[in-house]
């Protein structure tokens, strides 16, 4: 399947030419039914630049229910076992876009609600400012494990938890695309949010799929984060844009879109790979740091203490101190030339062995 390209033609029918299992994620921007009765106006008489565009218009919501459960259902096809979804909306049309993903066995991982900290206020004052926009993060089935790097999220977030709440600014001065002194696109999304989202539940070289293609900023985070990119636009205007917008991309070194690495995304490795390959040689006595406790490794990969008991590296950590859990891979060390060394960093070394 060819990527970083820009298919100019209708999503339905584009996605149905596409293969199964070939997306890892998808970003999607829906027309979100607005149901503007009319123009907007400011209080001085100007008029507001809406989303007044055919594509935003529906018949009924019946309508617009068929046409988001047709996309869904394709999206769904062309995930990867473990891929995402993410789903953009207001309150116009998230809860319908919600209960069809839920309905066609999506399972939901998180609901984000992007806080715009330069809303657009509400001009006729008749309503609180509408100051947020909610994203849905989904996987295609609840046995499903999609790609989530923990760790670089709490690197982007001063080593705090990032949160489901986030403050990014609507796209606006030189970043918003304009063709002649006009918005190229009215809803064009900030690079800020689609990188944190492609950082997040995306990996270099994964295959990136937006359906409703627009001014392209999904194409573009993705070509400066080392993704690849497949948009589906219908205007050919856009696509023109977007594709523009792309080229202009100077992509990232690799070095500098590397990311903090989470632990739990490394290949499990047994503590008998150790011995198997003769990093640890079975009779080598493990010690705790303060050299309390001891143990002798085993040829299977168990451990025994000098009293006869023997299990895991564990188990044994845990009963030695009389705790109820314990990580052997950092409790136990071994000495090597006078110092203590922790297994677990001698099953850093085998994963550095054995990766190529």
Not at 116 to 125: C, R, Y
Not at 289 to 299: G, I, M, P, T
């Given at each position: 399947?060819q990527?970083d390209r820009?298919i100019?033609?209708?999503s339905l029918?584009e996605?149905?030419?596409?293969?199964?299992a070939?997306i890892?994620?998808?970003?999607a921007?829906?027309?979100y039914?607005?149901?503007?009765?009319?123009d907007?106006?400011r209080p001085?008489?100007?008029?507001?630049?809406?989303?007044t565009?055919?594509?935003d218009?529906?018949?009924s919501?019946?309508?617009?229910d068929r046409?988001t459960?047709a996309w869904?259902?394709e999206?769904?096809?062309?995930?990867?076992?473990d891929?995402?979804?993410w789903?953009i909306g207001t309150y116009?049309?998230?809860?319908?876009?919600g209960?069809a993903?839920?309905?066609?066995?999506y399972?939901v991982h998180?609901?984000?609600?992007w806080?715009?900290s330069?809303p657009?206020p509400?001009f006729?004052?008749?309503?609180?400012t509408?100051?947020?926009e909610t994203?849905?993060w989904?996987?295609k089935?609840p046995?499903?494990?999609?790609?989530?790097?923990?760790k670089?999220?709490?690197?982007?977030n001063e080593?705090?938890?990032?949160?489901s709440d986030?403050?990014i600014?609507?796209?606006?001065?030189?970043?918003r695309v304009?063709?002649d002194g006009?918005k190229?696109?009215p809803?064009?999304?900030?690079?800020a949010?689609?990188?944190?989202i492609?950082?997040?539940t995306s990996?270099e070289?994964?295959?990136?799929?937006?359906?409703?293609f627009?001014?392209g900023?999904?194409g573009?985070v993705a070509?400066?984060?080392?993704?690849?990119?497949?948009?589906i636009?219908r205007?050919?205007g856009?696509?023109?844009?977007?594709e523009?917008?792309?080229r202009?991309?100077e992509?990232l070194?690799?070095?500098d879109?590397?990311v903090t690495?989470?632990?739990?995304?490394?290949?499990?490795?047994p503590?008998g790979?150790?011995?198997?390959?003769?990093?640890?040689?079975?009779g080598?006595m493990?010690?705790?740091?303060?050299r309390?406790?001891?143990?002798?490794?085993?040829?299977d990969?168990?451990?025994?203490?000098?009293g006869?008991?023997s299990?895991?590296?564990h188990q044994?950590?845990?009963?030695?101190q009389?705790?109820p859990?314990?990580?052997?891979w950092?409790?136990w060390h071994v000495e090597?030339?006078?110092?203590?060394?922790s297994?677990d960093?001698?099953?850093?070394d085998?994963?550095?062995?054995t990766?190529?």
């Amino acid at each position: 399947m060819q990527t970083d390209r820009i298919i100019i033609g209708d999503s339905l029918s584009e996605m149905a030419k596409l293969p199964d299992a070939s997306i890892d994620l998808v970003f999607a921007d829906p027309p979100y039914n607005l149901q503007l009765g009319g123009d907007l106006h400011r209080p001085d008489g100007s008029q507001v630049d809406a989303v007044t565009d055919h594509w935003d218009r529906f018949d009924s919501f019946a309508d617009y229910d068929r046409f988001t459960r047709a996309w869904l259902t394709e999206c769904r096809r062309l995930l990867k076992p473990d891929g995402s979804l993410w789903v953009i909306g207001t309150y116009h049309n998230i809860f319908r876009v919600g209960s069809a993903l839920q309905d066609l066995g999506y399972w939901v991982h998180n609901d984000i609600i992007w806080r715009k900290s330069n809303p657009m206020p509400n001009f006729k004052g008749t309503r609180f400012t509408n100051a947020h926009e909610t994203l849905l993060w989904a996987a295609k089935s609840p046995t499903a494990r999609p790609t989530f790097n923990y760790k670089a999220m709490k690197a982007l977030n001063e080593d705090l938890q990032m949160r489901s709440d986030w403050v990014i600014p609507i796209c606006s001065g030189s970043e918003r695309v304009r063709v002649d002194g006009v918005k190229a696109h009215p809803t064009q999304k900030p690079e800020a949010l689609l990188h944190r989202i492609l950082l997040a539940t995306s990996n270099e070289g994964d295959v990136v799929l937006d359906p409703f293609f627009g001014s392209g900023t999904t194409g573009a985070v993705a070509r400066r984060l080392g993704r690849h990119y497949l948009g589906i636009e219908r205007e050919a205007g856009y696509a023109a844009v977007a594709e523009a917008r792309i080229r202009a991309v100077e992509p990232l070194a690799a070095a500098d879109r590397a990311v903090t690495a989470d632990p739990r995304a490394a290949p499990r490795i047994p503590f008998g790979a150790l011995v198997e390959t003769g990093m640890l040689r079975p009779g080598a006595m493990l010690t705790d740091r303060s050299r309390r406790y001891s143990a002798r490794v085993r040829a299977d990969g168990s451990l025994a203490l000098e009293g006869g008991r023997s299990g895991s590296i564990h188990q044994l950590g845990a009963a030695v101190q009389g705790v109820p859990s314990c990580n052997g891979w950092t409790f136990w060390h071994v000495e090597q030339r006078g110092s203590l060394v922790s297994i677990d960093s001698m099953r850093e070394d085998y994963r550095s062995l054995t990766a190529g």
